[in-house]
């Protein structure tokens, strides 16, 4: 028997009861000490699964080279020369290791110096870009230079006047739809269903007969039955969304990496990059055939949305953040991040009025009725309403304090409520035309980082950062 760790016969034998292998009692309990598993397996091992053997003790016999002085001295010698020969072997091994060690590290700090180089040229190269605005003309007493508004092409343009002539004629006379929400329904609202979608960082809601599109920082949609209350089925964007529009068959995304997605069916059917920074704001045209989107690279751009594809650019002066078309088309409104609201005239892209909020403008809601739209700014607790018919300061029609820090705004369909939605809860402000006054017929502690109307407003559907939607509607009588 010979022992299957040293190859010698075991002065102590024992033979495990794992693989059956035969050791010197004394190097396999050093060994389970050490590993805690049989050696000739590799499976757990004990010093409970080791039998011992008795057998008669062995007297190893002296080797025969080892009986005078002199052989023992030859022994030693040639013991030490092979142990010198071996240290040399080691020392030079150690060597070529260090220098190639030297070299990864050399090679990984040059890697890691380019990276950095490639990345702050990269970065400063986005923010003068951010900076840089063309004109016709040269630059003059170094000014900065302007951009000439780009017009859209002759058949959108028409599409547009179209819009408008329809729109406007109808809207004086335009009454609430019929089985519209009453204000003492918006009052009797009640959290109806909740329920926690796959959607983590959720930043995005969008509504569209009867279900909504929930998206977030990390690229994934949820497609939620608002009627059944469940999850109908998930998309893959791959890219942070920053807001979202759902027309038709068509589910259309931002995303903070500078893109513009549109889906249909579940599949990706065209994406735009136009953007040079995250993609801030979507809006669609009235007429359902122009997409809008503005971006931190201060420039806003309309898509063609029969053709997809790019229809117009326009730059400004600042990062926007929020967009909204008018009722009627022909105006596009922009928020900015030095607090300004500017009106663009759809069609030609030159700047109509400008409205001044104080703050980085977060949402622009328009009201049905023409004249009125509202806006917040990042981090204020209050609502202002302007006027499009008047100017400056008498612009600011009502200023709403909501009370708490408000990050979305939707307007019905009736121009009658107003919701708003935030960090600290849900609130839907209402105007009476009869009394010409406002009041707040729903306040909910939900939080909430957007909110939308559904069918005939008779919900009010809202989602937090977690990715948790709530479903607002009057309780039905027994």
């Known amino acids: 028997m010979l022992c299957a760790i040293s190859g010698e016969a075991p002065q102590e034998p024992v033979v495990s009861k794992i693989s059956g292998a035969v050791f010197e009692k004394r190097l396999i309990e050093k060994y389970i000490e050490e590993n805690g598993k049989d050696p000739v397996t590799g499976q757990d091992l004990t010093l409970d699964d080791l039998l011992l053997i008795k057998s008669t003790r ?5 080797p025969p080279t080892l009986t005078s002085i002199p052989a023992l001295l030859s022994t030693f010698q040639n013991e030490w020369d092979a142990i010198a020969l071996e240290t040399y072997n080691l020392k030079e091994q150690l060597s070529r290791t260090r220098e190639e060690l030297a070299t990864a590290l050399y090679q990984h700090d040059a890697a890691v110096r380019v990276i950095a180089r490639l990345t702050k040229e990269r970065d400063e ?99 939620y039955s608002i009627e059944a209350d469940k999850l109908e089925r ?38 735009f990059s136009d953007h040079a920074g995250p ?52 105006l596009f409104a922009a928020g900015t991040s030095s607090g ?3 009106l663009f005239m759809t069609k030609t892209g030159e700047e109509a009025a400008a409205f001044t909020l104080g703050a980085p403008v977060q949402s622009i809601a328009f009201s049905e009725n023409g004249f009125w739209f509202a806006a ?72 909430a980082v957007d909110v939308k109307w559904a069918t005939n407003a008779t919900k009010l559907v809202a989602v937090n950062g977690e990715g948790v939607v709530s479903v607002f509607a009057a309780k039905e009588e027994a």
């Open 376 to 447: 917040t700014a990042k981090g204020q607790t209050t609502v202002t309403i302007f006027d499009l018919r008047k100017e400056g300061e008498a612009a600011q029609a009502k200023v709403l304090d909501v009370g708490s820090v408000v990050q979305s705004l939707a307007w019905d369909y009736s121009q009658q409520f107003l919701a708003t939605a935030g960090p600290s809860g849900v609130t839907v402000q209402q105007y009476s035309k009869s009394s010409k006054s406002w009041s707040e017929p729903l306040r909910a502690a939900v939080s």
């Open 125 to 223: 190269a986005r923010d003068a870009l951010s900076k840089v605005t063309v004109s016709a003309g040269g630059p003059s007493n170094g000014d900065a230079m302007a951009v000439d508004a780009e017009a859209l092409p002759e058949e959108l343009a028409a599409k547009v006047d179209e819009t408008q002539a329809k729109l406007s004629k109808s809207r004086k006379k335009r009454p609430v739809p019929e089985g519209w929400v009453t204000a003492e329904e918006v009052a009797a609202f009640t959290v109806e269903a909740s329920n926690s979608l796959p959607v983590p960082q959720t930043t995005t809601l969008t509504v569209e007969e009867g279900y909504a599109a929930i998206g977030g920082l990390q690229g994934d949609v949820a497609i």
């Open 340 to 342: 300004e609201i500017k």
């Open 58 to 62: 062995v007297v190893r016999p002296r």
């Open 234 to 271: 998930s998309l893959k964007v791959d890219e942070p969304l920053t807001a979202s529009i759902w027309e038709g068959s068509k589910v259309i995304f931002s995303t903070a990496k500078g893109s513009v997605k549109v889906f249909e069916n579940g599949n990706e059917i065209a994406s």
């Open 279 to 330: 993609v801030t704001a979507l809006s669609i045209h009235p007429g359902k055939e122009i997409l809008a989107s503005v971006g931190s690279d201060k420039s806003f751009v309309f898509y063609d949305l029969a053709n997809l594809q790019r229809a117009t650019r326009v730059y400004t002066d600042s990062a926007l953040t929020a967009c909204a078309f008018h009722p009627d088309g022909h």
